[in-house]
C-alpha cells in the first residue's frame, strides 16, 4: 500500500514537472522574440505545444501564419469580388499575387522544410520573407488598406517565428 502511494506521488510529481517544463519552454522562448504576448498567445491556442521542443514551437507559429495568410486571401477575394475603386483593386490584386504566390506557395513552405530539415537559416529566410511581402502588401495601396490587421498580424507573427527560429542557430 505504502509503495503504491509512493508511486501515485511519483508520477504525479513527474507530470507537475513536465508540464512546468513546457510552461518554461514556451515561456522562456517568446522572452526572446518581439511580441511575446503574440507568441505566448499563438503558442498556448495550439495543443502541440504542450510537448514540443523549440523547432516544434517554431512550426506552431509558421502554421498559423498559413492559416492567417489563408484568411487573408479570401478576405482580399471577398473585397475584389465588391467592385472596388480602381486604386483599391490594383491594391487588392497585388495583395493576392504575393500572398497566394510569395507566402503562401513560397515562404511558408520553405520555412517549414527548413525547419524539418534541420536547416534553420532557410527557415528564418523564409519567413523574414513573409513578413516583407506583408509589408509590401500594406504599401501597395494609395489610400489606406483594407486589410490593414491581417498584413499587420502576418507581419508580427512572421517576426515572432523568425526569432524564434534564430534560437536554433
Do not use: W
Amino acid at each position: 500500500m505504502r509503495f503504491s502511494m509512493f508511486l501515485a506521488c511519483l508520477m504525479c510529481l513527474s507530470l507537475t514537472q513536465t508540464h512546468v517544463s513546457i510552461a518554461d519552454l514556451v515561456d522562456d522562448t517568446c522572452k526572446q522574440t518581439p511580441n511575446k504576448d503574440l507568441c505566448e498567445s499563438t503558442l498556448r491556442a495550439d495543443p502541440r505545444s504542450s510537448t514540443a521542443d523549440v523547432a516544434g514551437l517554431a512550426i506552431i507559429v509558421v502554421d498559423t501564419i498559413k492559416a492567417k495568410a489563408i484568411e487573408t486571401v479570401a478576405q482580399i477575394n471577398t473585397l475584389l469580388g465588391s467592385n472596388p475603386d480602381p486604386k483599391t483593386k490594383n491594391g487588392l490584386d497585388s495583395c493576392l499575387k504575393k500572398y497566394s504566390n510569395a507566402i503562401l506557395n513560397g515562404d511558408i513552405p520553405s520555412a517549414l522544410e527548413g525547419l524539418q530539415k534541420n536547416n534553420p537559416k532557410f527557415a528564418e529566410q523564409g519567413m523574414n520573407d513573409a513578413a516583407n511581402e506583408a509589408n509590401s502588401c500594406e504599401g501597395s495601396f494609395a489610400g489606406a488598406s483594407p486589410i490593414s490587421s491581417f498584413n499587420k498580424t502576418v507581419t508580427d507573427l512572421s517576426n515572432v517565428a523568425s526569432a524564434i527560429i534564430k534560437l536554433l542557430l
